[in-house]
């Protein structure tokens, strides 16, 4: 049984698709993998790469690749990157001319979430936030049993209502949305039903102070091993 290619980009060595050569030279796709998506895939990549035709499309992918360089200085001893991410987000977000703001934030963040508020206002912003408890609805009406509280049973546990705060930012009319530090699978509903431009300022890493790549760089060490050890 012959098994059937699919994109694995993250086990490639060639990065065709990031060559080192000069402009107007062709990057040499034939050298790519197997398993690279633009063998396997060009009719996706083509019909893709035709929506930045469309002018606002462009216009926001312009600005992105714009931010980007500008997140980086050239100096005598050489290139160094210069903005962190909350600043990104304040330029960029002047870039593209939006005056509200939206941030949907977990509960547990909400010092987080204040600063942050206090940074978007300072810079001439008007802010919505709505956390991951509005509604305020128990959790039995998702099904959750008393023994899978986290407070312990016999207590009102109100639910994570990720879709509440998509709905709320959307009728706010806010012209960006920006995440911080939802749930795994809470962030996800809300990346469905947010029907507005989004971006993600923290996800939720509860042991790592919100940086789960810290799990990453400790993979291969004795700290965090287990992650490498095979799932029968």
Known sequence: MVKKLYPVCARCTKAVCYPQIKSGEEPPIDEAPAFCPMKLMPEVIEKATAEYDRPEVKEF?????VQEFECYEQLPEGRR???????ELIQFAGKC?????????????????RILTDVLEHKGFEVVSVRCKVGATPKERIGIREE??????GWLET????IVQAEILNAAGVDLAIMLGLCIGHDT???????????????K???????PLAALYLA??????????KTK
Request: proline content about 6%; aromatic content about 10%.
């Open 189 to 203: 509903l809300f990346i469905k039903y947010c029907r507005v431009p989004m971006t993600v300022i923290a996800v």
């Open 81 to 87: 990157t210069k903005i962190p991410r909350v600043e």
């Open 61 to 65: 992918a312009r600005l992105a690749s």
């Open 159 to 162: 639910m994570c209502s990720p």
């Open 97 to 113: 001319g939006y005056q509200r703001l939206g941030i949907a934030f977990c509960t547990g963040l909400t010092n987080e979430a």
């Open 220 to 229: 291969n060490t004795g700290y965090y091993g287990r992650l490498m050890t």
């Open 148 to 153: 899978e509280k986290i407070q312990g049973p």
């Open 205 to 211: 890493d509860r042991v790592f102070g919100h940086n």
